[in-house]
């Protein structure tokens, strides 16, 4: 059975600084990419970032670029997001997924989210 499983998450000030990291496993995810999206109450999930299989390729929604940074380590099979400069519009609950091949056709497998809370 394949999992992902977040961690990170919690209630911190703007301008202050997260890490989530998502683990896998259940089953090898060659060539799958992983990808880290939100969803703020009230609103629909909305697409945060995404990396490559061996972490040569990523991309970021025009909200996080320049202060979000996703990576992975594939031998430990986890993705992680370094959030700086955090804002209260980026409060939501934050999911990690992971989809074959780059850019990922379809999100095939989810977590179950982590909170992260940005107070003014």
């Known amino acids: 059975q394949v999992q992902l499983v977040e961690s990170g998450g919690g209630l911190v000030q703007a301008g202050g600084s997260l890490r989530l990291s998502c683990a896998a496993s259940?089953?090898?995810?060659?060539?799958?990419?992983m990808g880290w999206f939100r969803q703020a109450p009230g609103k629909e999930r909305e697409f945060v970032a995404a990396?490559?299989?061996?972490?040569?390729?990523?991309r970021y929604s025009d909200s996080v670029k320049g202060r979000f940074t996703i990576s992975r380590d594939v031998a430990k099979m986890t993705a992680y997001l370094q959030m700086n400069s955090l804002k209260p519009d980026d409060t939501a609950v934050y999911y990690c997924?992971?989809?074959?091949?780059?850019?990922?056709?379809?999100?095939?497998?989810w977590g179950q989210g982590t909170q992260v809370t940005v107070s003014s």
């Open positions: 997924a992971a989809g074959y091949g780059y850019p990922a056709a379809r999100w095939d497998y």
């Open positions: 259940g089953r090898t995810f060659g060539g799958y990419a």
């Open positions: 990396i490559s299989w061996g972490g040569g390729s990523t």
